[in-house]
């Protein structure tokens, strides 16, 4: 079973950058495709974007596309949201998650990234 911890968070004015890192443990972390979800006051849990097990063909969400990027380290147990340009409407809980094509069984607590206009 994988362990999920997400940190990074910050309060950051808009325009500026942020990355996040998610640190696994506990399991054979390199068997998982990883994602990235958020979920904003009084909204659903959305996609942020994944990546493969090997750490190719990532996913973005529309919204984070050209701005948000993804990368793993398999050796290191670790994944990356680097985030840049953030609108005030990236605020929100980001999340860590880990599973396959059938779905996100591991998720991590979160972690508050808020953006001032």
């Known amino acids: 079973q994988v362990q999920l911890v997400e940190s990074g968070g910050e309060l950051v004015h808009a325009g500026g950058s942020l990355r996040l890192t998610c640190a696994a443990s506990g399991g054979t972390f390199k068997n998982y495709r990883v994602g990235w979800f958020r979920q904003a006051p009084g909204k659903e849990r959305e996609f942020v974007g994944g990546?493969?097990?090997?750490?190719?063909?990532?996913d973005y969400a529309d919204s984070v596309a050209g701005r948000f990027a993804i990368f793993r380290d398999n050796g290191a147990n670790t994944v990356v949201l680097q985030m840049n340009n953030l609108k005030p409407e990236d605020t929100a809980v980001y999340y860590c998650a880990a599973g396959s094509s059938y779905g996100w069984p591991y998720w991590g607590l979160g972690t508050q990234v808020t953006v001032s206009s």
């Open positions: 990546l493969t097990r090997s750490g190719g063909r990532p």
